[in-house]
């Protein structure tokens, strides 16, 4: 069993950044995927990125990218998402999610499904308004 917590989130302007965190215990995040998604009132829920932890792949979703980073500390067991210049449009609970290996070419076209990932955290709330 993995337990993931979210943490970071918060109100910031347009333009603002923050930097999501998502923790893992009990176990390390070697031979995961690790996947930040995202859900607004009344949308589907979102693939916004994820990082392949064996390869160091990393992947974004078009309305992110060059925006968002993921990144990891392996050393604190944390997944983070560096988030910069934020739009109103970004206004959303992030979730991250693990699930288990895959070859590349397989999250290369499912990372952004919620059934390549088992373990969820609760989320956390980004609010981006002036």
């Known amino acids: 069993e993995v337990h993931l917590v979210e943490s970071g989130g918060g109100l910031v302007q347009p333009g603002g950044s923050l930097r999501l965190s998502c923790a893992a215990s009990?176990?390390?995040?070697?031979?995961?995927?690790i996947g930040w998604f995202r859900q607004a009132p009344g949308k589907e829920r979102e693939g916004v990125s994820c990082l392949a932890v064996n390869e160091g792949d990393t992947y974004y979703g078009d309305s992110v990218k060059g925006r968002f980073t993921i990144s990891i500390d392996s050393t604190k067991n944390t997944v983070y998402l560096e988030m910069n210049s934020l739009k109103p449009e970004d206004t959303a609970v992030y979730y991250c999610?693990?699930?288990?290996?895959?070859?590349?070419?397989?999250?290369?076209?499912?990372?952004?499904?919620?059934?390549?990932?088992?373990?969820w955290g609760q989320g956390t709330q980004v609010t981006v308004s002036s």
């Open positions: 999610a693990a699930g288990p290996y895959y070859p590349p070419d397989v999250v290369n076209s499912a990372w952004r499904s919620d059934a390549m990932y088992e373990y």
């Open positions: 009990e176990t390390t995040f070697d031979d995961y995927e």
